[in-house]
């Protein structure tokens, strides 16, 4: 059964770290490019960090970097985003995505349209 679920968010105050999980499962996680997004209510879903599969192309939307690392580990079928110096304008819920229209992180990288397989989301909360 294809399978994401994130796990490990929840509430920090700003300043604060929070490392978000993605074990997946009912499909080899190596091929894929992997994506976290992130939707904060009242707006739409956005793109934060993209790795592809060979794990020499990343990017980041330009507010979380050098906050935000991106990585994988393909033995466990896992992915992270491990977030530093949270703000109040990093309260979303988050989405872990993975597919197999990018090559690498450039141009587009940020559209849904390239990942096929998404988790459910799992909130994150930045507030003293």
């Known amino acids: 059964q294809l399978q994401l679920v994130e796990s490990e968010g929840g509430l920090v105050q700003p300043g604060g770290s929070l490392r978000l999980s993605c074990s997946t499962s009912?499909?080899?996680?190596?091929?894929?490019?992997i994506g976290w997004f992130r939707q904060a209510p009242g707006k739409e879903r956005e793109g934060v960090s993209c790795?592809?599969?060979?794990?020499?192309?990343?990017n980041y939307k330009d507010s979380v970097k050098g906050r935000f690392t991106i990585s994988r580990e393909n033995a466990e079928n896992t992915m992270y985003l491990q977030m530093n110096n949270l703000k109040h304008e990093d309260t979303a819920n988050y989405y872990c995505?993975?597919?197999?229209?990018?090559?690498?992180?450039?141009?587009?990288?940020?559209?849904?349209?390239?990942?096929?397989?998404w988790g459910q989301g799992i909130p994150v909360t930045v507030s003293s």
């Open positions: 009912g499909f080899t996680l190596e091929n894929y490019t």
């Open positions: 995505a993975a597919g197999r229209g990018l090559k690498g992180c450039l141009g587009s990288w940020a559209a849904a349209r390239h990942y096929e397989y």
């Open positions: 790795l592809n599969s060979g794990g020499y192309s990343r």
